[in-house]
Nanobody, 115 residues
Framework: QVRLVESGGALMQPGESLRLSCVQF????????MGWYREVPGKERELVAE???????TYGDAVKGRFSIWKDNGKKTLYLQMNSLKPDDTAVYYC?????????WGQGTQVTVSS
């Protein structure tokens, strides 16, 4: 019943900034926590950033100080601001939301950082 849709992925150059969005459709259940994960071929999907019901945040070591996560509950939208992009940030970025023991994933959006 819940559907998560990411947008904003693009081809970027090192040092540039990009903002991703994730919109929740269907049920208006409050999903907590919500987060962003990323995946590259041959590697396990890894945490980028997560935000709790109380707005506390957690960031992966690789993105600390460069990325920030926040949500607009009224718009049912989750955001990821990515600054100072590096080639190692290249990945498919997935939105994740949880309600009790139920987890929903978006289909992903491609971010490529290359000079």
């Amino acid at each position: 019943q819940v559907r998560l849709v990411e947008s904003g992925g693009a081809l970027m150059q090192p040092g540039e900034s990009l903002r991703l969005s994730c919109v929740q459709f269907g049920s208006n259940l409050g999903l907590n926590p919500m987060g962003w994960y990323r995946e590259v071929p041959g590697k396990e999907r890894e945490l980028v950033a997560e935000i709790s019901a109380g707005s506390g945040t957690t960031y992966g070591d690789a993105v600390k100080g460069r990325f920030s996560i926040w949500k607009d509950n009224g718009k049912k939208t989750l955001y990821l601001q990515m600054n100072s992009l590096k080639p190692d940030d290249t990945a498919v970025y997935y939105c994740r939301g949880q309600w009790s023991n139920h987890v929903w994933w978006g289909q992903g959006t491609q971010v490529t950082v290359s000079s």
